[in-house]
Each structure stands twice: as structure tokens, then as C-alpha cells.
């Protein structure tokens, strides 16, 4: 965001999307211009969000994270009574760039198989349909690659209990789908649109200019609408930027 003519600063946007799976709806619950994305950043974010009444009294049951250290910090400052999920995306991105081939005569294309063929072991923990079936997978993984793949390994067992916590959720809930409560899909196919329109514009020259360029409630407010009806997803690309910034 350009503050002046002379210097320029970025500053995060904070926004926290609802899903409710039994009816496919998605809102954003809200969103803030922040200072910085650290922990008190975050506090002061969430602390705005359980006063709207978002806490597990109310119905919330689940708060799936990206794992960045300063929102995956900030639930202890800050109450909400429902269980955590890490975002898998995220998770298993990770885990794939911990992965290292270090054999140099191996040619890049074998190396790069040779990657994807090991990270599949990986992956295939959080494919398991059955719960013994997925700790099976993950101490075999454990045991197979702590010498070859330590980084991965340790990458893999971090926070890995937050994780599973759909496991416990698939139980209960058996209608659900899992694209619900596994990763943070929904927001980031929003804040693709955010960061889009955010390159278009190169700087904004005020907070003011920033939440009306383009219009971020009115945006929020059509993205949940469309999110909410199956029907309109189709109609995704005829809700583009120019006819947001007509309205």
C-alpha cells in the first residue's frame, strides 16, 4: 500500500471465512486492515471476531489454520471453545519442499520423479479412510525415511495431531464433506481474486482507497452469495472486478 509518494509499505489483510456444511454456505465473517501478521496483529483480529459471537457456544465446531506462527499462536490468547484443523494444503506443501534429493548424478527430471515418488508415501497418510490404517501409514513413513528424509520427517510430525483432527469430525459427522474441514480451499480461492485485483492496482494510497478499490464489502457480500448456491458456480467468471467497480 503507498503511503505517500516517496515510500511504500505493505500490510496484511486479515479475513476469516464461514462454512456451513450442511447447506454449502460460505461467508466472510470478516475482515481488517492490519500492521502486521504476528501474533498480537492476529489477537486483535480474532478478539474482533468472538465479540460478533463467532465461539463454539454458538455453533462453531471447527477452525481450520494455514499454520503461520503468529495465527497458529494467537487461539491461546483468544477462546473460541472448537477444535483446530491445519490446513492439509499447506501441511503437505511443506512436507514437499523438505524433501531433498541430494544424489548430484541422478539427472534433474530423475530427481524430480524421484521426489514425487517418496512425497507420495507422504501423502497417502492423509488418504487412509480408516484411522488405524492412517497411524500405520504414518509410523511406517516415520521409520522408512528418518535417516534418508530427517527434515521432511520432522516437517511431517510438527503439529501433526493438529492435522488429523478431521478424522474425528468424518466420524461424527458423515454427511459432511471432506473439502469442508481439511483445508482452507475456500479462502484462498478468495484472496487469489484479492491478490489479483491488488497487482491491477500496483499501490493504494489510503486505507480508505484500499476497502473501496474494489468495493470489499460488496464483494464479500457477492462472494458469499455465490459460494452459498451451487447452482451460480458456473457463473463465476461473469462476476468479474469491472462489474464489482460499476456498483
Known amino acids: 500500500m503507498k503511503a505517500s509518494q516517496r515510500c ?8 476469516a471465512l464461514g462454512v456451513w456444511p450442511d ?3 460460505v461467508e466472510i465473517l470478516a475482515w481488517h486492515l492490519g500492521d502486521a501478521e504476528d501474533e498480537t496483529g492476529w489477537v486483535q483480529f480474532l478478539e474482533r471476531l468472538e465479540a460478533l459471537g463467532v465461539r463454539g457456544e454458538n455453533g462453531l465446531k471447527l477452525i481450520i489454520l494455514d499454520g503461520g506462527s503468529g495465527l497458529c499462536a494467537a487461539p491461546r490468547t483468544v477462546f473460541f471453545d472448537a477444535e483446530q484443523q491445519r490446513c492439509l494444503f499447506h501441511k503437505l506443501h511443506n512436507i514437499y519442499n523438505a524433501i531433498r534429493i541430494e544424489d548430484e548424478q541422478l539427472s534433474r527430471k530423475k530427481r524430480r520423479r524421484l521426489k514425487k515418488r517418496i512425497f507420495k508415501d507422504f501423502h497417502a ?14 509410523l511406517k513413513v516415520c521409520r522408512q525415511y528418518r535417516h534418508a528424509q530427517p527434515e521432511a ?3 511431517l510430525r510438527r503439529d501433526f495431531r493438529q492435522t488429523i483432527i478431521f478424522f474425528f469430525f468424518q466420524r461424527s459427522h ?3 464433506e471432506l473439502k469442508h474441514f481439511r483445508t482452507t480451499s475456500h479462502l484462498e480461492r478468495f484472496n487469489r481474486n484479492i491478490r489479483r485485483r491488488a497487482r491491477a492496482a500496483s499501490a493504494f494510497h489510503s486505507e480508505f482507497n484500499c476497502s473501496q478499490t474494489p468495493p470489499l464489502p460488496r464483494f464479500c457480500s457477492l462472494w458469499g452469495e455465490w459460494c452459498s448456491c451451487s447452482e451460480r458456480r458456473s457463473r463465476l467468471k461473469a462476476c468479474s472486478w469491472r462489474q464489482l467497480d460499476a456498483q
Open 8 to 15: 511504500c509499505s505493505k500490510r496484511p489483510l486479515f479475513i
Open 23 to 25: 447447506s454449502e454456505r
Open 125 to 138: 497418510i492423509y488418504q487412509a479412510r480408516r484411522w488405524d490404517m492412517m497411524l500405520r501409514r504414518y
Open 153 to 155: 520427517v520432522r516437517t
Open 174 to 176: 458423515p454427511d459432511w
